[in-house]
């Protein structure tokens, strides 16, 4: 049986679904299926948006849920509004390795340019839609850099600019 948000108060053998599960199907959206119970087994099992594999988090046993969880990751581990993840252990470990590989990469020296670009130079507000990625790693490079993110921005496109001119 799919779970949605709809099914959040939902009884099995009337037994509500665990707190953990409730949460996660409140944060992960409203229509989506990315939850489920399996009455073979009686058992619920939340899906990885990156992986897209099932895993098994509790257990139904003796008009009880049983966490069975080994392998997706639970957000506020032990406090009462934890709740699973977007994705599995193996992804998330993945992805937090990922990030942490942009975050080691040697910085750009910009100094230069940012004089260039802000000499005499009015500015235009514009918005913006980035990938998710691309933004926290904006995000991060301004942390450690100690820069506004749209000072980065055009930053970037300066140098961009320098070294793709355009003939007209």
């Not at 392998?71 to 009462?80: D, E, F, M, V």
């Amino acid at each position: 049986m799919d779970l949605k948000l709809k099914d959040k108060d939902v009884l099995i053998e009337g037994v509500a679904l665990p707190i953990p599960l409730q949460i996660s199907l409140e944060k992960r959206g409203k229509t989506v299926v990315n939850h489920r119970y399996v009455e073979d087994v009686k058992e619920l099992q939340v899906l990885c948006s990156s992986c897209n594999q099932w895993h098994s988090t509790c257990n139904l046993e003796g008009g009880a849920w049983v966490d069975i969880n080994k392998t997706y990751k639970l957000c506020n581990k032990g406090k009462h509004n934890e709740y699973f993840d977007t994705y599995c252990l193996q992804c998330y470990e993945s992805k937090k390795n990922k990030d942490t590989k942009i975050i080691e990469q040697e910085p750009v020296v910009m100094a230069e340019i940012e004089e260039k670009c802000n000499v005499g130079k009015e500015r235009i507000q514009q918005t913006v839609f980035l990938y998710p990625d691309n933004d926290l790693f904006i995000k991060l490079y301004c942390v450690f850099q100690n820069k506004k993110k749209n000072q980065l921005i055009n930053e970037i496109i300066a140098e961009f600019k320098a070294n793709n001119p355009i003939n007209l």
